[in-house]
């Protein structure tokens, strides 16, 4: 009923910068929060940065000063910018909307199917 798809993930050099999108679409009434977690190969999924319907921000103390959630109400889609990347942010990037609220009732939550990010010189 509900997909999000994400793109813009890709290899980056140290102290580059990558542009992450998702787009959540489907039997939508509204979404609460959205927000985006990684996961790097043997670890536990954590918490990126997580945007609310009203434009509140929430930032793991890893990414905090280099990385920055937005988001399209209207379109139903969260953007994070990546600045002045590390090899220790090389990870999946999943999105996900929280408390979505379907037309056809119900309110649920939904993951992507996740992007790679690699940062490597």
């Known amino acids: 009923q509900v997909q999000l798809v994400e793109s813009g993930g890709g290899l980056v050099q140290p102290g580059g910068s990558l542009r992450l999108s998702c787009a959540a679409s489907?039997?939508?009434?509204?979404?609460?929060?959205m927000g985006w977690y990684r996961q790097a190969r043997g670890n536990v999924r954590r918490l990126v940065a997580v945007i609310s319907k009203s434009g509140s921000t929430n930032y793991g103390d890893s990414v905090k000063g280099r990385f920055t959630i937005s988001r399209d109400n209207a379109k139903n889609t969260v953007y994070l910018q990546m600045n002045s990347l590390k090899p220790e942010d090389t990870a999946v990037y999943y999105c996900?909307?929280?408390?979505?609220?379907?037309?056809?009732?119900?309110?649920?939550?939904?993951w992507g199917q996740g992007t790679q990010v690699t940062v490597s010189s």
């Open positions: 996900n909307a929280d408390n979505v609220r379907l037309t056809t009732g119900g309110i649920y939550d939904y």
């Open positions: 489907g039997s939508i009434a509204s979404i609460t929060a």
